[in-house]
């Protein structure tokens, strides 16, 4: 058989092998289903596509868009104008440099994040980095690379996983974008945030995050985006941003899957 042939026969084989995989994930994807039905990832009633959320609960999600503050991200009710910030960023400017997420934090967001914090559903990361994509389509640009909000090690013991890694690395994946989650350790445990005040919160993360010392080299001049699964007083994110500014990165943008907006706030 001439060599061309023998190459054919052997592509030929790959495809058929290839196919035959493909039936046979389908079929997989099939029998899973009718064992285990599809349901919403929030409230658990069955829907018919797998790894997403019924329409009642997708129809709770209050997806932010523009007009929002440039700074913030905190939508706005009505356009102020090219330019116009938000009260918020006006009166306390961050020293981060944009900051965006998907969805206001409400009572279908806070139930999608506590699932994905303490109900270890890998799955659920992938639909909140969906959502996450297109609402940050500012910070895509120059291919910036996605630092999660570390967990100190001890915690990421007890819950086993970092939720905020799991929607980097979802998010990665969706953008094709680096995901370097050793770039920030948390190196002090703090308290947790929950229930504390604004300042509480801010002296509680104050000094906690260290940057790899070889940060700026395996940065190689790109920009950082922190991914976290809320933003509410932003106070972590701060903090992060301190630790990187001292380490030598000036270019740093938030992106998170909900953030509190003030007319909806809830006590987390
Ligand atoms: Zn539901």
Request: one cysteine or more; proline letters at 7%.
């Amino acid at each position: 058989m001439p060599h061309n042939a023998v190459m054919d026969s052997r592509q030929g084989l790959v495809k058929v092998f290839a196919a035959g995989a493909r039936a046979l994930a389908r079929g997989g994807t099939f029998v899973l289903d009718q064992l285990y039905p599809p349901t919403c990832l929030a409230c658990h009633q069955p829907v018919t596509q797998a790894h997403t959320l019924c329409g009642a609960c997708f129809a709770q999600l209050r997806h932010i868009s523009a007009p929002y503050c440039p700074i913030l991200g905190i939508p706005f009710g009505v356009a102020l104008g090219p330019g116009a910030l938000s009260a918020e960023a006006l009166a306390d400017p961050p020293p981060f440099e944009r900051a965006r997420a998907a969805v206001a934090y409400n009572d279908a967001a806070r139930r999608i994040v506590s699932l994905l914090k303490y109900g270890d559903h890998p799955e659920l990361a992938r639909f909140c980095a969906r959502l996450m994509a297109p609402a940050g389509r500012d910070l895509w640009t120059d291919r910036p690379v996605l630092v999660p909000v570390p967990l100190h090690f001890t915690r990421r013991i007890e819950r086993r996983y970092n939720q905020s890694a799991e929607l980097a690395h979802a998010l990665a994946k969706i953008l094709d974008l680096p995901c370097d989650p050793g770039l920030v350790r948390r190196s002090r445990r703090t308290r947790q945030q929950v229930g504390l005040t604004g300042d509480q919160r801010r002296r509680n993360v104050s000094g906690a995050f260290t940057a790899h010392p070889d940060l700026v080299a395996r940065l190689r001049g790109r920009r950082v985006v922190l991914v976290d699964d809320v933003l509410t007083t932003g106070s972590t994110v701060v903090a992060i941003t301190h630790a990187l500014k001292r380490a030598g990165v000036h270019q740093i943008d938030v992106m998170t899957f909900a953030r509190v907006v003030i007319g909806l706030d809830l006590p987390i």
